[in-house]
């Protein structure tokens, strides 16, 4: 009975865990570039594998001519792995000139305090009180380029160009390149927070291209790529995740009602 118990007290603390993923993805949905995540499970090594794999082997039948038949169950579940599912979101306009979506594969890159680069997918860039275009969170774009003073117009083609329009200029001029890195596996990235993410040698080393050469995506300046979770199909699995959480709870008040139903007995 006590190893009943441990099997769903394991499987209460990942079905917990996957609730939690699921209410983080609901709270993001709305966030820029979000990534939602999904938790793979698996059960834990089974118990009795030798006498289950033995089945198969034993040619010998008992008294009644019968073949032995032998169970195998597991020590319970846990969670193997939480993916990063890196599909596309949904992309609208925001008319913002320091607003950049891409329209395929790759990532921004961003310098960290630590001098460290670190990759995103969300484009909501603005400039600070020196010109530099920074994330929200005030990490700088690399490669780095700086917005003139006097300003009126800022253009990002397709290839990542930038290019300038002043009040004493006609003809835009350009100021910077954006690069985009690519990576063999996204999903081995690991996530940093503040929807930032750094390489891993499970993700590969980054490849840095223009956009549009090499299977990188283009740039859609005046635009945001958003979450792609879809919130309907995270009520229907948080609701299942619940229905499945409450059975276990049950499973385990049964079992501790039965052992103490035992001990009263013994009693």
């Known amino acids: 009975m006590l190893s009943q118990i441990h099997m769903a007290k394991s499987a209460m603390f990942s079905f917990q865990r996957k609730l939690q993923i699921i209410i983080n993805n609901i709270a993001n949905a709305q966030t820029v570039a979000f990534k939602k995540r999904r938790a793979e499970m698996e059960s834990l090594f089974p118990l009795i594998l030798t006498d289950s794999m033995s089945e198969s082997e034993d040619v010998v039948g008992t008294a009644t ?3 032995k038949k032998y169970v195998e169950y597991g020590q319970g579940v846990r969670i193997v792995d939480i993916r990063k599912d890196f599909t596309n979101g949904t992309v609208e ?20 305090p630590d001098g460290t680069i670190s990759f995103s997918r969300a484009g909501n860039l603005h400039q600070d009180s020196e010109g530099n275009v920074v994330n929200p969170n005030g990490h700088s774009l690399e490669p780095p380029f700086r917005i003139p003073q006097n300003t009126t117009d800022i253009i990002i083609n397709e290839e990542g160009r930038v290019f300038v ?5 006609p003809i835009p001029r350009e100021i910077g390149q954006i690069m985009l890195a690519n990576f063999t596996n996204p999903g081995g990235l690991k996530d940093i927070g503040q929807n930032l993410y750094k390489e891993t040698v499970s993700s590969g080393t980054p490849v840095f291209e223009r956009p549009g050469q ?3 995506g283009n740039i859609r300046q005046r635009a945001l790529e958003f979450s792609n979770v879809n919130v309907i199909e995270e009520m229907m699995a948080m609701l299942m995740t619940q229905r499945a959480y409450e059975v276990v709870v049950k499973s385990i008040n049964t079992g ?3 052992l103490k139903t035992g001990s009263d007995i013994g009693k």
């Open 93 to 112: 306009i925001t008319n913002q000139p320091l607003d950049m979506a891409i329209d395929g594969q790759g990532f921004f890159q961003f310098r960290m």
């Open 214 to 216: 090499n299977s990188v």
């Open 65 to 67: 001519g019968e073949r």
């Open 165 to 169: 329009q002043t009040n004493n200029q």
């Open 256 to 258: 501790d009602s039965m």
